[in-house]
């Protein structure tokens, strides 16, 4: 696995004329190294990849769970005593390596700082890793798959207990409990509960505002599972709906299937938002629709490819994507419906099974 994206790197690497790529995000490093369970978020360590090696610079604090990672596989983990980024600038010297390749999400003072020691000179590429990642294998497809179905059952499981009277906090609380009791490893995001007129902000923060009879309530969460994420959006009614309440959420589950339908390997990503869009320029909605379709998702909750107006990058096969459109009515509340899809040559595999129709509890 390590090997097939190491080889997709050092091909850029020649084709750029380029002596080394370093990579510092812990995701990306989690990616290329396929190493489960060591990166933890922190900005500890430096992989350098040239044509010849891959050497992953790190602390005392990760040195045994990498050396232990890293056996039968070629990468070579070194352990700085020092400051992390001068040894990594004396090895390369050392190397002969002439021009560095740096990610462009480094921080400008690192940057600056790897610009002034490293003797060569130093180029910043963007999204290389995250451009490989975009195309999921299948073990890959098999972890999202398996967040989606959690995450399914955390719906099915907070369902009735959405009911006027409890908070948005507690049923937030209580998703995020029913996921890591089953497995999840942590949450994707924090999921978000908005209700009544808070379901008109597209990413509220949960409050503790009490659920009240024909509320909107807008359920948007998801679990990880083996390092990769779910992502789902749900929005049903704590009572009964109003006709107004049942028109905007019909509006939008059309836009969901329509840009489900439209969704193929190599059709550009503003091409599948505009079908999802269209629904609601015709129901005289579109106003209140503000953010992009979707998004890919995998050991990132938000990565590529994008589907929005702006993005005219077709969705490969492989990749895996949100499709999720909303209407925001200020003061009245929202809806957003997001499902997750895998994106094959023939069209969409649908991940998420939640129920879709409206929803009316208690
Ligand atoms: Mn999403």
Same mark, same amino acid.
């Given at each position: 696995m390590s090997a097939r994206r190491l080889s997709v790197l050092r091909q850029r690497l020649s084709a750029e004329e380029l002596d080394a790529l370093i990579v510092c995000d812990p995701t990306n490093l989690a990616y290329v190294t396929g190493f489960d369970d060591v990166f933890d978020g922190e900005d500890a360590h430096a992989l350098a990849i040239t044509s010849e090696e891959a050497s992953l610079l790190t602390d005392s604090r990760y040195f045994e769970a990498l050396s232990r990672a890293a056996e039968g596989t070629e990468f070579e983990v070194v352990l700085v005593r020092e400051n992390l980024y001068v040894t990594l600038c004396e090895r390369l010297g050392e190397k002969g390596i002439e021009v560095v390749a740096l990610e462009a999400n480094v921080p400008y003072g690192r940057f600056r700082f790897i610009s002034e020691r490293f003797s060569g000179r130093v180029e910043v590429i963007d999204g290389w890793v995250e451009d490989a990642r975009q195309v999921k294998d299948s073990e890959e497809v098999r972890r999202i798959a398996a967040a989606a179905e959690l995450t399914d059952r955390a719906f099915s499981h907070i369902l009735d207990r959405v009911v006027p009277g409890v908070t948005e906090w507690e049923l937030a609380l209580e998703l995020e409990m029913f996921m890591r009791r089953e %497995?999840?490893? %942590?949450? =994707?995001? =924090?999921p978000i509960v908005a209700s009544g007129p808070n379901s008109a902000l597209p990413h509220a923060r949960v409050t503790h505002r009490v659920i009240e009879a024909g509320d909107f309530v807008k359920l948007d969460f998801g679990a990880r599972v083996d390092g990769y994420c779910a992502d789902m959006t749900r929005t049903i009614v704590a009572g009964r709906a109003s006709d107004r309440q049942r028109e905007l959420h019909s509006a939008v589950l059309e836009a969901n299937l329509a840009g489900i339908a439209a969704v193929r390997a190599g059709v550009p990503g503003n091409v599948i938002d505009s079908q999802a869009r269209g629904v609601l320029e015709a129901r005289g909605l579109a106003e209140y629709f503000g953010h992009g379709l979707g998004h890919g998702v995998g050991m990132e909750v938000h990565e590529l490819p994008s589907v929005s107006p702006r993005a005219t990058r077709s969705v490969p096969a492989g990749s895996v994507i949100t499709i999720e459109p909303g209407v925001y009515v200020p003061g009245f509340g929202g809806v957003r419906i997001e499902d997750l899809v895998v994106v094959e040559e023939q069209g969409a595999r649908v991940l998420s099974r939640s129920e879709k129709t409206l929803i009316e509890t208690g």
């Open positions: %497995g999840s490893d %942590g949450v =994707a995001f =924090a």
